[in-house]
């Protein structure tokens, strides 16, 4: 075995309905008494019972999605007018996202607490988007100081959200396998989130008020973004990440259906994370646990239902190819890309096309 594996410097502070008692020890431990608190308007009140013993001098709610260069420069801004020490960003991918990017020109330390299975918080990774195209970058100033999880938090999440962002988390396990830096490591705490996504995701489906099963979401949403900050971006992502920024569909419901195509497609290439995937899965093929998973969660399954249109095909998949990581298990070309976009514009099997 030879690797080199980076490890992010991180604070994980892990308990069901704690998170006002951690947030108040964790800001204080960081030394902080002017604290800006993030979070969109649908989680502001929450936001605001958790930090109430806080001295927060700015609560701001202008949260978009993919964060928007001007509404990272206002959000900058409104730091500075108010002279803020840190940050608390309470909310989904989109919500951290704006917290990293102003932590990314200001230094200022983020306390992360995550409503969803996005995973941004366990990683250096910053996004965003000017027009309708999509930057991203790694810093380590981005990366929160701390997360708080708690998974009472995830309670209000709609089931659907919870799927698809769930399937966000799984994505990001699946990937870390064949991911240009994949090692051991990554390849161990990946198989650990997609069992506990297993287990975790049925039980938010039949019971959605089950802590329990919101827990092991949190948990393996955790273990899936160590596992993609380190390994990096696999074929998926990269394909994820063109369909994001060039037709605007929706981050999680992208993900959850591009990846049974990526998994017919490189598991069969990749005997180590086919034997892995499957082992964490419980089944004998990789691609048969996924798509037994998918659908007992009846999980979003095409992207024409997102508003992907069939004719972009071709030209997805041509803006696709210089992007695919040389490392990959399984060489690509646009014939493929092509196919497989088909495939998950229609919603095919993707047993049946690959
Ligand atoms: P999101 O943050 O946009 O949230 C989706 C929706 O769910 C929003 O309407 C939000 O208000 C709502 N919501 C969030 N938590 C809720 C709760 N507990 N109860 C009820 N509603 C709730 O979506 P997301 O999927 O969490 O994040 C997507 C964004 O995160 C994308 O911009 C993506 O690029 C980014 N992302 C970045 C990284 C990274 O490493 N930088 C990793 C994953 C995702």
Redesign the pocket.
Known sequence: MRFVHDTLPQRVSFGSGEAAASLEREVAELGASRVMVIA?K??MDTAGTLTGNLRVLLRYNDVV???PVEVAARAREAAATHNVDAIVSV???????LA?AIARTTGLPVVAVP??????EA?A???LTEGNRKT?GTDPRVLPKVIVYDAT??????VP?SV??GL?ALAHCVDAMWAPKADPINAALAAEGIRALAEGLPKVVTDPSSIDGREHALYAAYLS?VA??SAGSGLHHKICHVL?GAYNLP??QTHAIVLPYVLAFNGPAAPDAEHRIAAAFGTNRAIDGLEDLRRELGAPHALRDYGFAEDAIPAAAEAILPAVPPGNPRPVTVADLERLLRAAWSGADPRATF
């Open positions: 969109s649908r989680e999605m993919h964060v909310g989904g991918g989109s919500t951290t996202g990293k409503t969803t299975y996005a995973g941004s990683t990774v910053w996004g991203t938090l995830t309670l209000t999440l709609p959200i698809a962002s966000n973004a993609f900050a994001g981050h999680a």
